[in-house]
């Protein structure tokens, strides 16, 4: 069996691929270190990288800005807020696509794994609507016809406390790019809502719900979990494996929970929410992946642990930028302080998610690897995106 990630290491993909183009008088953000340098892309792919001070004729000065690997983003649920852009409003899917597409090539994302629920409850107040099997379909259709700018795959966000997760999994198969898995539980009391009263307020503002439907979605959630958690769980994992599929945790909140990760082969973990938990993902060979508006904020909206103390405790591989595309780009700049350490900082949003998935032909400057490019110009400790790249065509 092909994972999907594994057929698009040649760039003859439906994405259309640029001319040849030559950077010079750049900072070039390498593995380990930076340089400045020249840096040459052709036919979709990086071809030649040289140390050196010299502006060869034709090629773009950049003036000693950075040229960075363009940025992986593995979980954003950003394409729902396109397609709903206020409660009730429902947006015409092509369109919301592709501005979900343009917005993420603007913040210097090329590569991006579109975070969608599937296991729904259709009734009840608190109730969540199947969506993401058509809504992905129309998104490879977009994509079948060169009409998105970026790299896309699905990131199947599997939702344990539900009723129809089984169902909505068994629609899609190993052409669909599913390249994530993740497995979610949202009972409330544990996890990302270990305190309820910030559970209450989170949906109270997003479905207006008052104190006796808040219970009743409540007990309704806990109903769920004791009749379809455990099925649930195991069927993910094995739906994981038929796509070809990384498997993820979200939420970790104990040694015992990253224990049970571990043993579904899990290995990478979506912000767990304590240092205890990110302490056994460490010990457990997990990548630990956490929030861009985390970083940035200085703190978690739920109350769960702080991005940046897990980043000071060396407990931090991977950056999502979450709910704000542009959140992404400035939380690896905002590392690099912390850290002082810039390609450390920039891996965080390109090599490291690219080795977690499976991405070997991007994520880093490198002779051969795809020509997914950004150019960027640091205004003090804020980026300025001033051009992207996409299989060496602009698209930003």
Not at 95 to 114: K, M, P, Q, R, Y
Not at 181 to 206: C, E, N, W
Not at 261 to 277: D, H, N
Request: proline content about 4%; charged content about 25%; overall charge negative.
């Amino acid at each position: 069996m092909n994972s999907p990630i594994r057929s698009e290491l040649n760039p003859a993909t439906t994405q259309e691929v640029g001319g040849k183009t030559q950077f010079a008088n750049a900072k070039l953000v390498l593995d380990d270190r930076v340089i400045i340098g020249c840096l040459t892309m052709e036919a979709g792919l990086i071809t030649v990288i040289t140390e050196t001070t010299e502006v060869p004729e034709g090629a773009v000065d950049c003036g000693g800005d950075y040229l960075i690997p363009g940025l992986i983003e593995l979980h954003t649920d950003n394409i729902e807020r396109h397609i709903q852009p206020r409660p009730s409003v429902d947006w015409p899917h092509d369109a919301a696509i592709l501005a979900h597409d343009a917005e993420l090539a603007s913040c210097g994302i090329t590569t991006v794994f579109d975070a969608m629920r599937v296991g729904s409850i259709p009734s009840g107040k608190g109730n969540y609507i199947k969506y993401a099997r058509q809504l992905s379909r129309e998104l490879m259709e977009l994509r079948a016809v060169s009409a998105l700018k970026i790299s896309h795959f699905l990131h199947l966000r599997a939702e344990v406390c539900s009723e129809t997760l089984i169902e909505e999994l068994s629609e899609f198969n190993e052409d669909d790019r599913v390249g994530i898995v993740s497995l979610m539980d949202h009972t409330p009391g544990q996890r990302q809502f270990r305190d309820i009263s910030k559970l209450k307020t989170y949906v109270a503002s997003k479905r207006g719900m008052n104190d006796a439907e808040f219970e009743e979605h409540c007990e309704n959630l806990y109903r769920l979990r004791a009749t379809y958690g455990e099925l649930h769980e195991q069927k993910t994992v094995s739906e994981a494996k038929r796509f070809g599929a990384v498997l993820a945790s979200h939420d970790d909140t104990t040694t015992e929970q990253v224990e049970v990760s571990s043993s579904y082969g899990i290995r990478l973990a979506e912000f767990p929410t304590t240092v205890e938990a990110a302490e056994a993902c460490r010990a457990n060979n997990i990548a630990i992946m956490m929030g861009a508006p985390n970083i940035i904020r200085g703190g978690s909206h739920s109350g769960n642990v702080s991005a940046l103390e897990l980043a000071e405790r060396d407990l931090l591989d991977v950056v999502s930028s979450d709910y704000v595309p542009a959140a992404l780009l400035l939380s690896a700049f905002r590392l690099a302080e912390v850290w002082d350490d810039v390609p450390r900082a920039i891996r965080t949003v390109t090599a490291n998610p690219a080795a977690s998935t499976g991405l070997s032909d991007r994520g880093r400057l490198a002779e051969g690897l795809r020509a997914d490019v950004v150019r960027v110009k640091a205004l003090g400790a804020t980026p300025v995106v001033r051009g992207v790249w996409s299989l060496g065509r602009q698209v930003g």
